[in-house]
């Protein structure tokens, strides 16, 4: 959701510049920053960032600078008068200027003419403002499409981590297997063979991570079915991370196995990566 667009037009007067900027957030917070004169036009202008941007927290700024030689601000002649000769009347040593300072310094000494809205200027400036939209569309886009390459990486890392597990399976079986023998003989009682077999058969299905790799291997596929898609899918990543999480979190607790355990923390690692790109899908 990160991203920034900017574009800049000029006027016979005055030049305008739009500037975007979006950071990751769950929702859409928006901040815009605008001339007084076109506040008006900001109910329009909010819905038409919330429909481009959709999600992030964005600030939205158009900047005003003036190009011409003419002022909107402008002496209050009658007002300023009426301060000299008051001022007169208190320091009749004063000179014309120093009234002059002290008068202006007054309040309503100065006033400001309000601009009316010019249709065609806010025509021009709508210019702007698409052109830095679709600036800060393409950067998400650019963005997106690296993210698109890093989440392939991931998930193909985390798939060869659990099959490079999967290929000890069997020499995890058998080493829990010499174990509970070994420890059985070391207590030199006699034992039914058949019962033990079944109490072992047992104990090595609760160990068993058949369905974790199943479930896993659905998810990684569905995370990558996933971001092919064409619609904002960003908070479905964020839950199909969740469920990628608890499969391996379970094969951790079942590996019973020290290589195994060891690419089970390689498979976290790579889906916290995974994790901390989400936020920043759309």
Do not use: C
Not at 28 to 42: A, H, I, Q
Not at 262 to 274: Q, R, Y
């Amino acid at each position: 959701m990160t991203g920034f667009g900017k574009a800049t037009m000029q006027l016979p007067t005055k030049k305008i510049t739009v500037e975007v900027k979006s950071l990751n957030s769950k929702g859409l917070d928006l901040s815009v920053r605008m001339p007084s004169v076109y506040r008006e036009m900001e109910l329009g202008l909010r819905t038409q960032i919330a429909t481009a941007l959709e999600r992030g927290k964005v600030d939205f700024s158009i900047f005003i600078e003036s190009t011409s030689d003419q002022t909107s601000t402008k002496v209050n002649v009658p007002i300023v008068q009426e301060y000299m000769n008051q001022l007169k009347a208190v320091y009749a040593d004063a000179d014309a200027i120093e009234l002059m300072k002290m008068a202006v310094r007054m309040p309503d000494a100065l006033k400001t003419e309000r601009d009316e809205i010019d249709e065609k200027d806010w025509a021009t400036i709508q210019i702007a403002i698409d052109e830095s939209l679709a600036n800060i569309l393409g950067f998400r886009k650019d963005e997106g499409q690296s993210l698109e390459k890093e989440f392939q990486l991931r998930i193909g890392n985390i798939r060869n981590y659990m099959n490079q597990a999967l290929a000890l399976d069997s020499e995890r079986v058998q080493a829990i297997k010499d174990r509970l023998q070994n420890a059985i003989s070391e207590l030199k009682v006699t034992i039914d063979e058949n019962r033990f077999e079944q109490e072992l058969i047992y104990y090595l299905e609760k160990l068993d991570i058949t369905e974790e790799k199943v479930r896993l291997t659905n998810h990684l596929d569905y995370f990558l079915e996933t971001i092919n898609g064409t619609e904002a899918n960003g908070r479905k990543l964020g839950f199909i991370t969740q469920e990628m999480g608890r499969e391996i979190n379970t094969m951790g607790s079942k590996a019973n196995h020290s290589q195994m355990q060891k690419l089970v923390v390689m498979m976290k690692d790579e889906l916290e990566k995974i994790k901390e790109q989400v936020l920043n899908v759309l």
